[in-house]
């Protein structure tokens, strides 16, 4: 009998963080959340994605590009590496982001704050395109070098580009495989948006945590030496937090093959490093003052036929520590227990495949197969995965 294609790859991790503060808010204290009635420790998914996105740009060797200034990384370009007269370049840069349908405003002059700077013109949405986009305007740019030269620079929001608007959206609506996996929300140019084929969860901890404040002062080396006077050069204190994180994701292979249409190798590669990419990531926030680099504690994959479900719940009762203290080894039992009776409830059919890694070799009944390495582990989900979303896959 044929059996149902896979849909969604289920990417469950826990992690024990050390003494961090991987992601602020707006005044620099560890974000958090209520849950169960306990205050956790969070990093939102943003932070993450933020982190996973760098690392998975790295493994595909593929680069996007987020921003509003677009018009002045395309005079750049011109200006530094094609050799165009600093002035030229920015009035190519202008009119370039001037071009499409998204609205714009001049930025600030330097020099006087009240007043704008012609040609550095800010897209009111950022735009998101491939990093060879840049070179793509470029190339547009020298294809009317002579319109240019003859052009007047873009002084106020209602100047109008002399740049072909529907070659300048072409190059916007442009992707890779970096805006195939996160999707692109730009409502501005007409089928510019990409819907997204991951979804990452907020990062929280599995058990109660208290936000401490870290007192700290610098030394002025000069009064030291001398010891002509006392205290310290500067003072001040910042906040940090410590625990053992569950993280989750969900890619939505349907979506993926959309955004791809539907390339078997594509698919393969960009799930292999997606999930590579989320395991090993991790936010930068205070990174030289905490090095709190560590790597997961558990990895579970699961690959679904109907939908994707999250384990997030197994710790709305917050885990207690060991006896011996530490929160590791009660979080992989508790994500384990959950994960089998939610299975029990639920039935195993949609369930295709389902493993795990882990720093600890105890058996977890509930999450399946267990590996020896994140790579093998991958590799296994794949097999599964990829296997069943081939259109004339089938077993007996």
Do not use: C
């Not at 294809?143 to 002399?162: G, V, Y």
């Amino acid at each position: 009998m044929t059996t149902a294609p896979a849909r969604f790859v289920d990417i469950h991790i826990l992690q024990s963080v050390p003494f961090a503060n991987l992601n602020r808010d707006d005044t620099n204290s560890v974000k958090t959340v209520r849950y169960g009635n306990t205050l956790r420790t969070r990093v939102s998914s943003q932070s993450w994605k933020r982190a996973l996105r760098g690392v998975f740009q790295d493994r595909i060797g593929e680069a996007a590009l987020r921003t509003r200034r677009i018009g002045e990384r395309v005079t750049r370009l011109l200006a530094e590496e094609r050799g165009w007269p600093e002035n030229l370049a920015q009035r190519a840069g202008g009119h370039m982001a001037a071009a499409s349908s998204i609205k714009f405003e001049l930025a600030k002059d330097p020099a006087d704050p009240k007043q704008p700077a012609a040609n550095k013109v800010l897209t009111n949405a950022m735009v998101y395109v491939p990093s060879l986009a840049v070179s793509e305007l470029a190339d547009l740019a020298e294809e009317h070098r002579e319109s240019l030269e003859q052009a007047k620079d873009i002084k106020k929001p209602t100047d109008k580009s002399i740049l072909p608007k529907e070659r300048v959206e072409s190059v916007l609506r442009s992707r890779n495989g970096v805006i195939n996996i996160f999707g692109r929300m730009l409502a501005e140019v007409d089928n510019a948006g990409v819907d997204g084929a991951v979804q990452v969860a907020h990062a929280l901890t599995t058990h109660e945590t208290d936000v401490e404040l870290d007192y700290f002062s610098a030394v002025d080396d000069i009064t030291a030496t001398w010891g002509d006077a006392t205290g310290s050069g500067h003072m001040g204190h910042a906040e940090f937090s410590s625990g053992t994180f569950y993280r989750y994701a969900t890619i939505d292979l349907r979506d993926l093959s959309t955004n791809t249409g539907d390339d078997p190798a594509t698919i393969r590669e960009l799930t292999d490093a997606f999930l590579s990419a989320f395991i090993l990531s991790l936010p930068q926030a205070k990174k030289n003052s905490t090095a709190p680099h560590t790597i997961p504690d558990l990895v579970h994959l699961s690959v679904r036929t109907d939908r994707p479900l999250s384990y997030a719940a197994a710790f709305e009762s917050p885990v207690q520590a060991a006896g011996q203290g530490g929160f590791s080894g009660p979080s992989r039992q508790a994500l384990s227990d959950y994960a089998q009776a939610a299975n029990t409830l639920l039935g195993t059919a949609n369930i295709l495949t389902s493993g795990w890694a882990a720093l600890d070799a105890k058996g977890l009944d509930g999450l399946g197969e267990r590996h020896d390495s994140f790579d093998n582990l991958i590799t296994s989900a794949l097999a599964s995965a990829l296997r069943q979303t081939t259109p004339t896959a089938a077993t007996s």
